[in-house]
């Protein structure tokens, strides 16, 4: 059973920088390509980042050029670099696979952009 879990998270002030990471167990980890989502109270849950199996990336227009998505297959685990980060990040944010057919959702780590 694949499960997954997202730490990195915290409270950072604008313009601040946080690392992500999403450790995944269970196989197949490098066959498919991977998410960053992130979700706000009252909001549906949407995805910010994606890597193919590949390494293609790809970006939601809120976070081009500040947010960088990477992977290390053989460590199974997705990473999202935060830059310059601004108060509208403030976001629980999970991984998940950028597919029809996910698994299970992680605990999520939440993220906190305030002065």
């Known amino acids: 059973q694949v499960q997954l879990v997202e730490s990195g998270g915290g409270l950072v002030q604008p313009g601040g920088s946080l690392r992500l990471s999403c450790a995944a167990s269970g196989v197949f980890f490098s066959l498919y390509a991977m998410g960053w989502y992130r979700q706000t109270p009252g909001k549906q849950r949407e995805l910010v980042a994606s890597i193919t199996k590949d390494g293609t990336t790809n970006y939601a227009d809120s976070v081009k050029g500040r947010f960088t998505i990477s992977r290390d297959n053989p460590k199974k685990t997705v990473y999202l670099q935060m830059n310059s980060l601004k108060p509208d990040a403030t976001a629980v944010y999970y991984c998940?696979?950028?597919?029809?057919?996910?698994?299970?959702w992680g605990p999520g780590t939440q993220v906190t952009v305030s002065s």
């Open positions: 998940n696979r950028d597919a029809a057919v996910q698994v299970p």
